[in-house]
């Protein structure tokens, strides 16, 4: 398997702008996971979902962020409109369960927001 | 909530040496896992230890968990450049949740 797969890996983008990120998890993970990871704040979870379901959200800092899984191998992390402090870089993750099970993590999104 | 924290922030070791890394928690886990990180990539899961368990082996790695001083410590033996690289401890949060929650990592500077 090639491993969790994340599209961009960079994105540079102005302040207003809808940025889109996405994720291909790990075939046969139940588990899919989006962190954001500052150096204030270290890494954040945003959001998980199981069998493509949201599970915890609470994690969403704002009604600007969303996200999606319509099928087991896509999820998108979506924010509209960004904003400069969005600025981090983003990780997706797939496991096959939660905290009793290691997570495989992709190579991460940089968003730059000007 | 973070539940895990890493002690010490920073680490600069000379090539061969040991390198400890400890993480501190606040409440009871049931397990607890470490994480290397290195510059411009993703998390890479190292090992996962319960509660149940005292100490834990993987290469050149040992892991060790005292539940009763809510901590847990990495030993890096015969440390290698290639060693450098951010470590996180990850613990279950706060309250029964099922999310994995990460401390902030120790970020270990291996010289030749």
């Known amino acids: 398997d090639a491993g969790v797969i994340q599209s961009p890996r960079h994105e540079v983008t102005e302040m207003g702008q809808e940025v889109t990120l996405r994720c291909k998890p790990i075939s046969g993970h139940d588990y899919l996971f989006w962190y954001r990871q500052t150096m204030m704040r270290g890494l954040e979870l945003l959001i998980y979902f199981n069998n493509n379901v949201p599970i915890d959200d609470s994690g969403m800092p704002e009604d600007r962020f969303s996200a999606k899984m319509p099928n087991a191998s896509f999820s998108t992390l979506k924010i509209q409109p960004s904003e400069p402090r969005d600025s981090a870089v983003y990780f997706c993750?797939?496991?096959?369960?939660?905290?009793?099970?290691?997570?495989?993590f992709g190579p991460g999104t940089r968003l730059t927001v000007t | 909530s973070q539940q895990g924290e890493e002690d010490p922030q920073a680490l600069s070791i000379q090539e061969g040496e040991n390198a400890t890394m400890n993480c501190s928690y606040k409440t009871s886990i049931n397990n607890l896992q470490w994480y290397r990180q290195n510059s411009g990539r993703g998390l890479v899961h190292l090992i996962l230890?319960?509660?149940?368990?005292r100490e834990k082996h993987s290469g050149r790695l040992r892991v060790t968990l005292d539940t009763s001083k809510k901590s847990s410590s990495l030993l890096i033996t015969a440390s290698r450049a290639a060693d450098t690289a951010s470590y996180f401890c990850?613990?279950?949060?706060?309250?029964?949740?099922?999310?994995?929650?990460f401390g902030k990592g120790t970020k270990l500077t291996v010289n030749p």
């Open positions: 993750a797939s496991s096959f369960g939660t905290f009793s099970y290691e997570q495989y």
């Open positions: 230890i319960r509660s149940n368990e």
């Open positions: 990850a613990t279950d949060a706060e309250g029964g949740s099922e999310k994995l929650v």
